[in-house]
């Protein structure tokens, strides 16, 4: 499936929505949600609450990440908020701040 890219120097205010996975370059505010993967990268940043399928992170995110899979901070990340999936890693040199919930 195509990926929904959010270019490095694009900043987007509101709800993303999206059927596919979502790759951010750029900057997100506001809410995103996608049915698939959701990946951070280097230098993205998200100042939203994020729910998708797997959530990998390595740039920044400020809000709550809920996913249906698993998330992964990779070394780099920087989280601010609660964490709510089936599984967990977070990698060294990755920053957390916040609560997980793994129900199980």
């Not at 890219?5 to 505010?29: F, H, K, N, Y």
């Not at 998330?71 to 967990?88: C, E, F, Y």
């Not at 990698?91 to 609560?99: L, T, Y």
Request: glycine residues 14%; proline residues 1%.
């Amino acid at each position: 499936m195509a990926s929904t890219v959010i270019g490095a120097g694009i900043t987007i205010e509101g709800e993303v929505t999206s059927d596919e996975d979502v790759v951010v370059q750029g900057t997100v505010r506001g809410k995103l949600v996608a049915k698939d993967a959701v990946s951070i990268e280097h230098g993205g940043a998200v100042e939203a609450d994020i729910s998708g399928g797997p959530v990998a992170v390595a740039g920044t995110v400020t809000g709550n990440i809920n996913s249906t899979d698993r998330v992964d901070l990779q070394n780099g990340a920087k989280v601010i908020g609660n964490v709510k999936a089936t599984r967990i890693t977070i990698a060294d040199g990755a920053q957390f701040k916040g609560n997980v919930d793994m129900d199980v």
